[in-house]
């Protein structure tokens, strides 16, 4: 049998994160050009049931069984072969390699996640549906984030732009055009920062005190909606004052840092029309945004002002 290659996306969040934990729009896009890879690969010489997990980005080489139980790797694997109803599992072997930096906002868990679950059940004869790989995925994400909003595994798994607003049942998901492209600088802090410890932090403040965080996540609503609006009629550079908008408000709640901020200011101050903290902040990523022209020189400046590592990627939908 030949090996089976499945791939998906980077992702990063352009509007609303943290807000959407708490059922407000937002909207997040893939970055194709990182991508997480699982190749899943027979293995007839060794016994029935015996799975090799080989990660070497992470050192990671192991029979899963032999993972901690609720290691994610071996929790995929497991909802995998519970999905299909797999009595008698093969032997295989799934090696997983990426290019998406880990536990930067850029999604790297989820499209590792997504990588081996369409890849292992393609191995074992089925196809799953969006829906239901985007449904696994999720549990997943529980293990990494704790109460995570849903928005990661959707656009890893769609690998298109995505409007995600989480219901009282079933979450909205709409993908949607890009007429116009834009692009995005993606600068790493490179402070590590666990998106699950930003999300806990702000549930504690807004258990606190209801009436101070609400406001600001309406407030997050309204711009996720402007900003849509403005995506779809061909005017994307012109959101650049509605990402200064929502870094200033997600400062309020407390989840940007100084490097954050300081990266914000240099972006623009080099011609990004705006730029935000993008995913759990603390740490981790900033966006800015730009078109094809200052791309370069807004990531240089991202650079010399302290950034560990930029990427750019460009957002177009025909
Ligand atoms: O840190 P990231 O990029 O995985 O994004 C987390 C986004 C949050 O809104 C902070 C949490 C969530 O689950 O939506």
Redesign the pocket.
């Known amino acids: 049998m030949p090996a089976i290659t499945s791939s998906a996306p980077g992702k990063i969040?352009l509007f609303g994160?943290?807000a959407?934990?708490y059922n407000r729009p937002?909207i997040a896009v893939p970055v194709q050009k990182l991508q997480a890879r699982a190749v899943v690969i027979a293995e007839p010489l060794a016994p029935a049931g015996r799975v090799r997990i080989e990660a070497p980005d992470i050192h990671l080489s192991s029979d899963y069984e032999s993972l901690a139980p609720d290691h994610p790797l071996r929790v995929t694997l497991q909802s995998v072969f519970r999905e299909l109803g797999i009595q008698r599992i093969p032997a295989f072997s799934v090696r997983i390699s990426s290019t998406i930096p880990v536990a930067s906002?850029?999604?790297s868990g989820t499209a590792v996640t997504v990588a081996v679950i369409r890849a292992a059940a393609t191995f074992l004869g089925r196809t799953l549906a969006d829906d239901k790989v985007s449904e696994l995925a999720y549990e997943i994400e529980k293990i990494y984030?704790g109460t995570?909003?849903g928005?990661?595994n959707t656009v890893v798994v769609y690998n298109h732009p995505v409007f995600f607003q989480r219901g009282m049942a079933q979450p909205t998901i709409e993908t949607f055009r890009v007429p116009a492209p834009f692009w995005l600088v993606i600068a790493d802090t490179g402070i590590r920062s666990a998106?699950a410890q930003?999300?806990g932090e702000l549930r504690l403040k807004w258990q606190d005190n209801p009436t101070a965080y609400e406001p600001l996540f309406d407030q997050v609503a309204d711009i996720v909606l402007q900003a849509r609006e403005l995506i779809e009629r061909g005017r994307p550079l012109d959101m650049g004052p509605l990402m200064l908008e929502n870094h200033t408000l997600l400062q309020a709640m407390g989840v940007s840092s100084p490097e954050l901020d300081h990266l914000v200011e240099v972006a623009v101050a080099a011609g990004a029309f705006g730029a935000k903290l993008?995913?759990?902040g603390k740490g981790?990523n900033m966006i800015a945004l730009t078109d094809r022209e200052n791309a370069g020189q807004v990531a240089e400046a991202l650079l010399a002002g302290g950034a560990a590592q930029t990427y750019l990627t460009e957002v177009y939908e025909r």
């Open positions: 969040i994160e943290h959407v934990v937002a906002g850029l999604g984030h995570p909003s928005i990661d998106t930003a999300v993008s995913g759990g981790g």
